[in-house]
């Protein structure tokens, strides 16, 4: 059974970061893309980035670009969002989730909020 | 950006009834070198990530009743329930994953009439 477990949420002031990471077990992690969707608290889901299976394509939604950094760890079967200069508008449940082929979200954690605030 | 429209934004259908929901894109996410639409829906519960549903705009995902079906081809698609049991009771989202950035509809909630 897939099984994806996310850490390192908290509150954190504007301008700082965070490292989000996912554990994941029950599949063969490094042949699967891996992807990050957030949503904020009572809203609807957005996708953030994704990474291919040896890491060797990363993909981000614009409003992140040049902040966020996603990468995986194939041996340690794990996921990560290094999250800097965040803003009040990162606030959200950040989710990881397994790729089907062609791009659906065949299984996901059960998030992690992340809440920026001063 | 692709951008996805989802209607109703809330829906209320009789317990055993059919409901529907609708998601158009701004562009077309058939694939016409395979013929696969990239579009996908889901459901989410109170207090709990998204399930996957429906992928390939038709194809269920495993362990889904067959009361959920998917349908539409390009810019058009449609989620229906064939009969609506309390469970069903969430918000549904449809999703492309053609271009990037891959993105959602809005959300439609089902509630119970």
């Known amino acids: 059974e897939v099984h994806l477990v996310e850490s390192g949420g908290g509150l954190v002031q504007p301008g700082g970061s965070v490292r989000l990471s996912c554990a994941a077990s029950?599949?063969?992690?490094?042949?699967?893309?891996m992807s990050w969707i957030r949503q904020a608290p009572g809203k609807g889901l957005e996708w953030v980035a994704h990474i291919k299976e040896d890491g060797s394509v990363k993909r981000y939604v614009d409003s992140v670009k040049g902040r966020f950094t996603i990468s995986r760890d194939n041996a340690e079967t794990s996921l990560y969002l290094q999250m800097n200069s965040l803003r009040a508008e990162d606030t959200a449940f950040y989710y990881c989730a397994k790729d089907k082929p062609g791009g659906s979200y065949e299984s996901w954690g059960q998030g992690t909020l992340v809440t920026v605030s001063s | 950006d692709i951008v996805m429209t989802q209607s109703p934004d809330s829906l209320a259908v009789s317990l055993g009834e059919r409901a529907t929901i609708y998601c158009r894109s701004s562009?077309?996410?058939?694939?016409?070198?395979?013929?696969?639409?990239?579009l996908a829906w889901y459901q989410q519960k109170p207090g709990q990530p998204p399930k996957l549903l429906i992928y390939w705009a038709s194809t269920r995902e495993s362990g889904v009743p067959d009361r959920f079906s998917g349908s539409g081809s390009g810019t058009d698609f449609t989620l229906t329930i064939s009969s609506l049991q309390a469970e069903d009771v969430a918000v549904y989202y449809c999703q492309q994953y053609y271009y990037i950035p891959i993105n959602f509809g809005q959300g439609t909630r089902l509630e119970i009439k």
């Open positions: 562009l077309s996410v058939l694939k016409t070198s395979n013929n696969m639409n990239y």
């Open positions: 029950g599949f063969m992690f490094s042949s699967s893309w």
